[in-house]
């Protein structure tokens, strides 16, 4: 009889892991990405790995976002997009999940404000209106700090509309 | 408004709202959040306690005088605090008294996994589960005016699931304050017999108003109940073809959203009180379809209560350990799930590079004596150290299983205790231990904070959530204890920690230690250490130490940048190659 249940999470559902190491404010972009999609009217949920597993220096945030959530739990191999902030990550995600990772002269480049880079390059992939992203990162950040934020982000998304566009 | 809270957060901010006065606990994962995130709210006086059973003590006096108090803790933490529980179900509460207990199923951060929803039913109190973030808060608001309404004290049962995702929830945001007055009612509040008798015989009249109360609740509901009339002959004929017809599954927390993940179709009775049952509700729904089962984390709870009421459940499908998810479930409903024994997932943490734990564990290593370990960041010192310590149990435990040990063995035995596990309830065993004439070492780790779960203050810090408060050293509470030999030592200088262990060990009775170091997280450092390469002999001694800074590169071992610069691997080296630098200073 139960040969007729049905796997369905939610397939409709978008899945985003977020990873990186200590520090690298994997949360906090994982909570913008989170609060745009409540700005913009979908349902949401997000969970990061806490308490013990902090101090083996990983972290991990996943969020689903859609009509409707159920679940809070993914397997990496279900992310439709995982963006990883640090390069020594291995995750087991499946050959269909579209990677958001900084080059080199990123990483260099935008030093501290990395994760709001990524941020921006992931928002290139998401119908989020603009004016929902902004409103999550202005809240985010004190004002002295969500103008460098706000630039990092725009070139992030930036750099990720160019990259689209020569494939 | 719409807004996205964890689980914790919506028990602060619905408990806030509630009119709370007083919101107690002790940190412990996954339930720590609860304090610290309704200690934001000026309008709340907020504690950390000593530990549990004072927290839901003090909260019962906040709950006696007329106003509502919060007690927030982890699944062990009740148990320290089940002996006040047992005895508020039979007094009663006069403001609301909510306990929001977070369990840990797969163990990501506890010494085990245990249900509380147990609770319920041996305290005999209300037990409400919500299955995410919107039904906390809302579910915390009900539980405190269940607890007035039934004289009870509720339970509000989350996991680490619920406790850890951020989900949305429709908040209002405004407080109502609440109080009533308080009369004495000796009948009602000492218990002492014979007055006992008549709180018992209350107690079953409270609990049966609650059984009565469900219904109504809102608190429970069905969902996609198929239209079929309640008496049908024995569940045949008149079904639908729809498998959400056939089947039924009764559920709760957050086992609900894996049932909406896995069979969308079937109908479900998701309960919001998990105890106590309405047994009218429960055979009605089971009357509605062909086949019922219950999907829950952990033991069977629910499913075992059902039973209990003449209603067949088809059962043995479901795992009854770890954490579950909808993975699971589906494997499990297919009858083709299997553990693999693989429950605590990726949780494999090691003391941090610059843990003023390494030293002493690395001279404990080298010595063969039974070590009585305890809960807190230390134990992770085994993942370093195999062997080092003997055995960890619970809050407090290693002190007198080190003077079981010595007086079983004849042989002086060791405890290591963290600070704030010292006075959680570390105090009344070195007490037993002075007055039965035990022969024991007590090394306490003075990290000056409690760091398993964060960084929380205690009273050994002289800090709290609310400002200053009184400090007490553990040097000043072991003296008055009466243990005559008590030696401070700094964490980081070896020979000091070797000589004070020695000379402790040669004590016949209770000796202490106290290994002082703040937690290497807490601490700023401008300096680090590197590997001169061309001196290095790479004997490997500074490796002895266990810090996860030194790592072995190629044919020689260098020092990455989680340095924190505290100098123990300086001590391990003979050849006297590792070097200082500061911070920011590229000459070598």
């Given at each position: 009889?139960?040969n007729?249940?049905?796997?369905?999470?939610?397939?409709?559902n978008?899945?985003?892991?977020?990873?990186?190491?200590?520090?690298?404010?994997?949360l906090t972009?994982?909570?913008?990405?989170?609060?745009?999609?409540?700005?913009?009217?979908?349902?949401?949920?997000?969970?990061?790995?806490?308490?013990?597993?902090?101090?083996?220096?990983?972290?991990?945030?996943?969020?689903?976002?859609?009509?409707?959530?159920?679940?809070?739990?993914?397997?990496?191999?279900?992310a439709d997009?995982?963006?990883?902030?640090?390069?020594?990550?291995?995750?087991?995600?499946?050959?269909?999940t579209?990677?958001v990772?900084?080059?080199?002269?990123?990483?260099?480049?935008?030093?501290?404000?990395?994760?709001?880079?990524?941020?921006?390059?992931?928002?290139?992939?998401?119908?989020?209106?603009?004016?929902?992203?902004e409103?999550a990162?202005?809240?985010?950040?004190?004002?002295?700090?969500?103008?460098?934020?706000?630039?990092?982000?725009?070139?992030?998304?930036?750099?990720?509309?160019?990259?689209?566009?020569?494939? | 408004?719409?807004?996205?809270?964890?689980?914790?957060?919506?028990?602060?901010?619905?408990?806030?709202?509630?009119?709370?006065?007083?919101?107690?606990?002790?940190?412990?994962?996954?339930?720590?959040?609860?304090?610290?995130?309704?200690?934001?709210?000026?309008?709340?006086?907020?504690?950390?306690?000593?530990?549990?059973?004072?927290?839901?003590?003090?909260?019962?006096?906040?709950s006696l005088?007329?106003r509502?108090?919060?007690?927030?803790?982890?699944?062990v933490?009740?148990?320290?605090?089940?002996?006040?529980?047992?005895s508020?179900?039979?007094?009663?509460?006069?403001?609301?008294?909510?306990?929001?207990v977070?369990?840990?199923?797969?163990m990501?951060?506890?010494?085990?996994?245990q249900?509380?929803?147990?609770?319920?039913?041996?305290?005999?109190?209300?037990?409400?589960?919500?299955?995410?973030s919107?039904e906390?808060?809302?579910?915390?608001?009900?539980?405190?005016?269940?607890?007035?309404?039934?004289?009870?004290?509720?339970?509000?049962?989350?996991?680490?699931?619920?406790?850890?995702?951020?989900?949305?929830?429709?908040?209002?945001?405004?407080?109502?304050?609440?109080?009533?007055?308080?009369?004495?009612?000796?009948?009602k509040?000492?218990?002492?017999?014979?007055f006992?008798?008549?709180?018992?015989?209350?107690?079953?009249?409270?609990?049966?108003?609650?059984?009565?109360?469900?219904?109504s609740?809102?608190l429970?509901?069905?969902?996609?109940?198929?239209?079929l009339?309640?008496?049908?002959?024995?569940?045949?004929?008149g079904?639908?073809?729809?498998?959400?017809?056939?089947i039924?599954?009764?559920?709760?927390?957050?086992?609900?959203?894996?049932?909406?993940?896995?069979?969308?179709?079937?109908?479900?009775?998701?309960?919001?009180?998990?105890?106590?049952?309405?047994?009218q509700?429960?055979?009605?729904?089971?009357?509605?379809?062909?086949?019922l089962?219950?999907?829950?984390?952990?033991?069977?709870?629910?499913?075992?209560s059902?039973?209990?009421l003449?209603?067949?459940?088809?059962?043995g499908?479901?795992p009854?350990?770890?954490?579950m998810?909808?993975f699971?479930?589906?494997?499990?409903?297919?009858?083709?799930?299997?553990?693999?024994?693989?429950?605590?997932?990726?949780?494999h943490?090691t003391?941090?590079?610059?843990?003023?734990?390494?030293?002493?564990?690395?001279?404990?290593?080298?010595?063969?004596?039974?070590?009585?370990?305890d809960?807190?960041?230390?134990t992770?010192?085994?993942?370093?150290?195999?062997?080092?310590?003997?055995?960890?149990?619970?809050?407090?435990s290693?002190?007198?299983?080190?003077?079981?040990?010595?007086?079983?063995?004849?042989?002086?035995?060791?405890?290591?205790?963290?600070?704030?596990?010292?006075?959680?309830?570390?105090?009344?065993?070195?007490?037993?231990?002075?007055?039965?004439?035990?022969n024991?070492?007590?090394?306490?780790?003075?990290?000056?904070?409690?760091a398993?779960?964060?960084?929380?203050p205690?009273?050994g810090?002289?800090?709290g959530?609310?400002?200053?408060?009184?400090?007490?050293?553990?040097?000043?509470?072991?003296?008055?204890?009466?243990?005559?030999?008590?030696?401070?030592?700094?964490?980081?200088?070896l020979?000091?920690i070797?000589?004070?262990?020695?000379?402790?060990?040669s004590?016949?009775?209770?000796?202490?230690?106290?290994?002082?170091?703040?937690?290497?997280?807490?601490?700023?450092s401008?300096?680090?250490?590197?590997?001169?390469?061309?001196?290095?002999?790479?004997?490997?001694?500074?490796?002895?130490?266990?810090?996860?800074?030194?790592?072995?590169?190629?044919?020689?071992?260098?020092?990455?940048?989680?340095?924190?610069?505290?100098?123990?691997?300086?001590?391990?080296?003979?050849?006297?190659?590792?070097?200082?630098?500061?911070?920011?200073?590229?000459?070598?």
């Open positions: 009889m139960f007729s249940v049905k796997k369905r999470q939610s397939r409709d978008i899945k985003i892991i977020f990873a990186g190491r200590g520090g690298q404010g994997v972009v994982s909570s913008i990405c989170a609060h745009a999609f409540l700005y913009t009217g979908y349902d949401v949920k997000k969970s990061d790995i806490k308490g013990i597993a902090r101090r083996g220096g990983k972290v991990i945030s996943s969020l689903i976002a859609g009509e409707k959530v159920y679940s809070p739990k993914i397997n990496p191999e279900m997009i995982a963006v990883i902030l640090s390069q020594d990550i291995e995750l087991a995600l499946s050959e269909d579209v990677l990772l900084p080059t080199v002269e990123e990483i260099e480049r935008y030093h501290k404000s990395l994760n709001i880079f990524c941020l921006g390059k992931l928002s290139a992939l998401l119908d989020i209106p603009i004016r929902h992203w409103q990162i202005k809240e985010r950040f004190e004002d002295g700090v969500s103008g460098i934020n706000l630039t990092a982000f725009y070139d992030g998304r930036k750099s990720a509309k160019a990259q689209m566009s020569i494939i | 408004m719409k807004t996205l809270l964890t689980g914790n957060e919506a028990v602060a901010l619905g408990a806030y709202e509630a009119g709370v006065l007083v919101a107690t606990g002790y940190p412990g994962t996954p339930a720590t959040e609860i304090i610290e995130k309704i200690s934001i709210y000026p309008d709340v006086y907020t504690e950390w306690s000593v530990n549990e059973k004072t927290a839901l003590e003090l909260a019962s006096g906040v005088s007329g509502r108090a919060l007690v927030a803790m982890k699944h933490g009740l148990n320290v605090a089940s002996d006040p529980l047992m508020l179900a039979y007094t009663g509460v006069n403001g609301g008294l909510v306990i929001a977070s369990d840990d199923p797969g990501w951060s506890s010494q085990n996994e249900d509380s929803r147990l609770y319920g039913r041996i305290a005999h109190i209300p037990v409400l589960e919500p299955s995410d919107e906390a808060y809302v579910f915390v608001r009900e539980a405190f005016a269940m607890s007035e309404r039934f004289d009870l004290p509720v339970l509000l049962r989350l996991t680490r699931a619920i406790s850890h995702t951020s989900t949305v929830a429709d908040v209002n945001g405004k407080r109502k304050e609440y109080s009533k007055k308080y009369t004495v009612n000796t009948e509040n000492v218990l002492l017999p014979p006992t008798s008549e709180r018992r015989l209350s107690l079953q009249r409270r609990m049966e108003g609650v059984r009565q109360y469900i219904p609740s809102g429970n509901r069905i969902e996609n109940n198929p239209p009339p309640p008496f049908s002959k024995g569940g045949k004929g079904l639908s073809k729809n498998i959400g017809d056939d039924g599954i009764i559920t709760s927390g957050i086992a609900y959203q894996y049932v909406k993940e896995v069979m969308p179709e079937a109908s479900v009775l998701k309960l919001g009180i998990v105890y106590p049952f309405n047994p509700e429960i055979k009605e729904f089971a009357r509605s379809v062909k086949e089962f219950v999907v829950e984390e952990l033991g069977p709870f629910i499913e075992d059902i039973r209990a003449g209603i067949k459940v088809r059962n499908l479901l009854e350990i770890g954490e998810d909808q699971i479930l589906g494997k499990a409903l297919m009858g083709n799930y299997t553990l693999t024994g693989e429950i605590c997932k990726d949780n943490a003391l941090c590079p610059g843990c003023p734990y390494l030293g002493v564990f690395y001279l404990l290593s080298k010595k063969s004596i039974f070590v009585g370990g809960i807190g960041c230390y992770l010192a085994v993942h370093t150290f195999p062997d080092v310590i003997d055995s960890t149990l619970c809050m407090g290693g002190i007198s299983q080190a003077t079981g040990y010595s007086l079983s063995s004849g042989e002086k035995a060791v405890a290591v205790i963290g600070d704030s596990t010292f006075f959680h309830s570390g105090i009344p065993a070195v007490l037993n231990a002075l007055y039965n004439k035990a024991i070492l007590i090394i306490i780790l003075d990290n000056h904070v409690i398993m779960t964060g960084g929380q205690h009273i810090t002289g800090k959530l609310m400002g200053y408060k009184k400090k007490q050293t553990i040097d000043d509470c072991l003296k008055g204890l009466g243990v005559d030999s008590v030696r401070r030592v700094d964490a980081y200088n020979k000091q070797n000589h004070a262990v020695r000379e402790g060990l004590v016949k009775g209770v000796s202490a230690v106290i290994v002082d170091g703040e937690c290497i997280l807490k601490k700023k401008d300096t680090q250490f590197y590997i001169d390469v061309e001196k290095c002999s790479f004997c490997g001694s500074c490796l002895l130490v266990g810090c996860k800074a030194i790592v072995r590169s190629d044919n020689s071992y260098i020092i990455t940048e989680d340095c924190k610069g505290c100098g123990l691997c300086v001590q391990l080296c003979e050849k006297k190659t590792i070097k200082r630098q500061y911070k920011n200073n590229l000459c070598r």
